[in-house]
C-alpha cells in the first residue's frame, strides 16, 4: 500500500482493488472529489499563479520602458546671433522655447521647440545664469553682441530652475568656434582667450575698448590664427610673464646685493 498527500489530504490507495480513503487533516476545497478531479483543480491552481507572475513581469518591463522612453537629455550649445528662435514663460516657472525658424542658427545649432533653458549668457559673459524669468532672460541675451550660450532640458521630468545656482561659463582657451565665428575671428586676448569675432573690425575699434570677459586692454589682443587656435606674434608676453621677470631680476638683484656685503 502506498500513499500520497494533495492539498492537505492524505490517500490511501490499495494496489489489488485500487481503491481509495481519504484521511483528512483539514477541510479543503478537493474533499469529496476523486483523484483525477483533485488533480485538475491543482492544475488549474498552477496555471493561474504562472499567468499572475507573467502578467506582472510584463507589467514591469512595460514600466522599465516607459521610465527609459522618458529619460530627459542636457544640452549645451552656443547660437550666433540672430538667433531665430522664440522664448516663452513656463506657467509654472522657467523659460521655454516656443518656436525655432527653419534654417536658423539656432536650428542649425541643433534646439528644437519645446526645449526647457536651463541657463544662459550673463550680461558680461563670464557666468551662466538660470532662467527663470522670462524678461529677465531676453535682457541678458540682448546684451549678448555676439553669440549666446544655452543649456537646456529635452525630455523626461522638468527641472526646478529656481533651485539652479549661477555656473562658469566655459573656458574661453582651446574653445570650438561655430563656423559662422571662425569666418569673423581676427584677435585674441592674451590673458583669458577671448577670441574676437564681432562684425565691426578690429582695428576700427577705439583705444580705449577693454576685453569684454577679463577687461584687459586693447593692447593685451593679438592676431588669431583660426587654423592653429593660437595667436599669430604676439607682441608683449603675458602680463603673469612680466610680473614673473620683474620679480626674478629683482630677487637675483638682491642676492648680488647682499652677497657682494
Same mark, same amino acid.
Request: proline residues 6%; glycine residues 10%.
Given at each position: 500500500?502506498?500513499?500520497?498527500?494533495?492539498?492537505?489530504?492524505?490517500?490511501?490507495?490499495?494496489?489489488?482493488?485500487?481503491?481509495?480513503?481519504?484521511?483528512?487533516?483539514?477541510?479543503?476545497?478537493?474533499?469529496?472529489?476523486?483523484? =483525477?478531479?483533485?488533480?485538475?483543480?491543482?492544475?488549474?491552481?498552477?496555471?493561474?499563479?504562472?499567468?499572475?507572475?507573467?502578467?506582472?513581469?510584463?507589467?514591469?518591463?512595460?514600466?522599465?520602458?516607459?521610465?527609459?522612453?522618458?529619460?530627459?537629455?542636457?544640452?549645451?550649445?552656443?547660437?550666433?546671433?540672430?538667433?531665430?528662435?522664440?522664448?516663452?514663460?513656463?506657467?509654472?516657472?522657467?523659460?521655454?522655447?516656443?518656436?525655432?525658424?527653419?534654417?536658423?542658427?539656432?536650428?542649425?545649432?541643433?534646439?528644437?521647440?519645446?526645449?526647457?533653458?536651463?541657463?544662459?549668457?550673463?550680461?558680461?559673459?563670464?557666468?551662466?545664469?538660470?532662467?527663470?524669468?522670462?524678461? /529677465?532672460?531676453?535682457?541678458?541675451?540682448?546684451?549678448?553682441?555676439?553669440?549666446?550660450?544655452?543649456?537646456?532640458?529635452?525630455?523626461?521630468?522638468?527641472?526646478?530652475?529656481?533651485?539652479?545656482?549661477?555656473?562658469?561659463?566655459?573656458?574661453? /582657451?582651446?574653445?570650438?568656434?561655430?563656423?559662422?565665428?571662425?569666418?569673423?575671428?581676427?584677435?585674441?586676448?592674451?590673458?583669458?582667450?577671448?577670441?574676437? /569675432?564681432?562684425?565691426?573690425?578690429?582695428?576700427?575699434?577705439?583705444?580705449?575698448?577693454?576685453?569684454? =570677459?577679463?577687461?584687459?586692454?586693447?593692447?593685451?589682443?593679438?592676431?588669431?590664427?583660426?587654423?592653429?587656435?593660437?595667436?599669430?606674434?604676439?607682441?608683449?608676453?603675458?602680463?603673469?610673464?612680466?610680473?614673473?621677470?620683474?620679480?626674478?631680476?629683482?630677487?637675483?638683484?638682491?642676492?648680488?646685493?647682499?652677497?657682494? =656685503?
Amino acid at each position: 500500500m502506498s500513499s500520497a498527500v494533495v492539498a492537505g489530504a492524505s490517500i490511501k490507495i490499495s494496489p489489488r482493488r485500487r481503491a481509495f480513503s481519504y484521511s483528512h487533516t483539514q477541510k479543503t476545497t478537493l474533499q469529496g472529489l476523486s483523484l =483525477q478531479e483533485s488533480k485538475s483543480r491543482v492544475s488549474d491552481l498552477f496555471l493561474a499563479v504562472s499567468k499572475t507572475k507573467n502578467a506582472t513581469r510584463s507589467l514591469d518591463n512595460n514600466k522599465i520602458t516607459a521610465r527609459t522612453a522618458g529619460a530627459s537629455k542636457t544640452i549645451e550649445v552656443e547660437v550666433d546671433k540672430p538667433l531665430g528662435l522664440t522664448l516663452g514663460q513656463r506657467p509654472g516657472g522657467g523659460v521655454v522655447i516656443t518656436a525655432v525658424e527653419g534654417g536658423g542658427n539656432a536650428a542649425k545649432a541643433g534646439l528644437k521647440s519645446g526645449d526647457q533653458v536651463l541657463y544662459t549668457s550673463s550680461f558680461f559673459g563670464d557666468e551662466l545664469w538660470p532662467a527663470d524669468k522670462l524678461g /529677465f532672460t531676453k535682457t541678458a541675451i540682448q546684451a549678448k553682441s555676439d553669440s549666446v550660450y544655452f543649456v537646456v532640458n529635452r525630455g523626461g521630468a522638468d527641472v526646478d530652475v529656481k533651485r539652479l545656482p549661477k555656473r562658469p561659463a566655459p573656458p574661453r /582657451f582651446g574653445r570650438k568656434l561655430t563656423e559662422a565665428q571662425k569666418a569673423r575671428a581676427t584677435h585674441i586676448c592674451l590673458d583669458c582667450g577671448y577670441i574676437y /569675432f564681432l562684425q565691426k573690425p578690429f582695428d576700427e575699434l577705439p583705444d580705449t575698448y577693454v576685453c569684454p =570677459q577679463c577687461q584687459a586692454p586693447k593692447k593685451r589682443f593679438a592676431r588669431y590664427d583660426v587654423n592653429t587656435g593660437k595667436p599669430i606674434g604676439s607682441g608683449l608676453p603675458p602680463i603673469g610673464v612680466i610680473i614673473g621677470l620683474i620679480a626674478g631680476i629683482g630677487a637675483v638683484g638682491a642676492l648680488l646685493v647682499y652677497g657682494l =656685503q
